[in-house]
């Protein structure tokens, strides 16, 4: 079965800084999401990648999918504390399947 | 457009007795996704309806769990009787159709089992 790995599981960065969290997948990606999750509360979508070697951005994250579409990864530019939560992918696994990551927590610090 | 509504937020139960959880999808939403996160890990899908018929219901503990969507909108997932493990955040979650479209979450039901 299809099995989605992140990467690091944990961050913690300075306010300012980049970082960018990797998301890698056993099998093809049909479709790449990824999400954001506060503490306590459901996950709000952020963008959706579905063409090899596609690139999104919204207002400082950036996601792309690899040309081989195994991998992706989330770009965050000059980080602020209200980027902090739990950065989630997620993908469809065949035609009604739907698999996530096991998420990586980030922590911004002022 | 409103959300995605789930209640209750909180649910504390002892093992053994009986909890249902609510889901109201985004209007026109046919997909309607039921998942279980526990703590540290991400969201498992239990049940997927497309309107009011289960697609896929392969991760859903059927001995306890069940879940219904009678008119395909609204669904509720009721577990029956409640173990240790179940302690989770249940979390309901809706789409337009299936394949490409991005799913919209809920805040999700908080259950502890005591």
């Known amino acids: 079965s299809q099995e989605l790995e992140q990467s690091p599981q944990s961050l913690i960065v300075q306010e300012g800084k980049n970082l960018t969290i990797n998301c890698t997948s056993s099998k093809t990606l049909y479709g790449l999401y990824w999400y954001k999750q506060k503490y306590g509360e459901g996950l709000i979508f952020l963008m959706m990648?579905?063409?090899?070697?596609e690139e999104k951005s919204h207002e400082k994250i950036t996601a792309k999918l690899d040309e081989k579409k195994q991998q992706s990864s989330l770009h965050i530019t000059a980080s602020q504390p209200s980027h902090a939560g739990i950065y989630l992918c997620?993908?469809?696994?065949?035609?009604?399947?739907?698999?996530f990551g096991t998420g990586t927590r980030l922590k911004v610090l002022a | 457009e409103a959300g995605v509504a789930q209640s209750p937020r909180y649910k504390i139960i002892e093992k053994r007795q009986s909890v249902a959880f609510w889901c109201n999808p985004i209007?026109?939403?046919?997909?309607l996704y039921w998942y279980q996160q526990i703590l540290g890990q991400g969201p498992k899908l239990l049940i997927q309806f497309q309107n009011n018929g289960v697609v896929d219901d392969s991760q859903l503990p059927k001995d306890r769990f069940s879940a219904e969507r009678l008119k395909g909108v609204d669904s509720t997932l009721k577990i029956q009787p409640a173990k240790l493990e179940d302690s989770a955040v249940y979390l309901c979650?809706?789409?337009?159709?299936?394949?490409?479209?991005?799913?919209?979450f809920g805040d999700g039901t908080r259950l502890s089992i005591l």
């Open positions: 209007s026109g939403h046919a997909t």
């Open positions: 990648l579905q063409k090899g070697g």
């Open positions: 979650a809706s789409s337009l159709g299936t394949q490409g479209q991005p799913q919209h």
């Open positions: 997620g993908a469809a696994s065949g035609t009604y399947k739907y698999i």
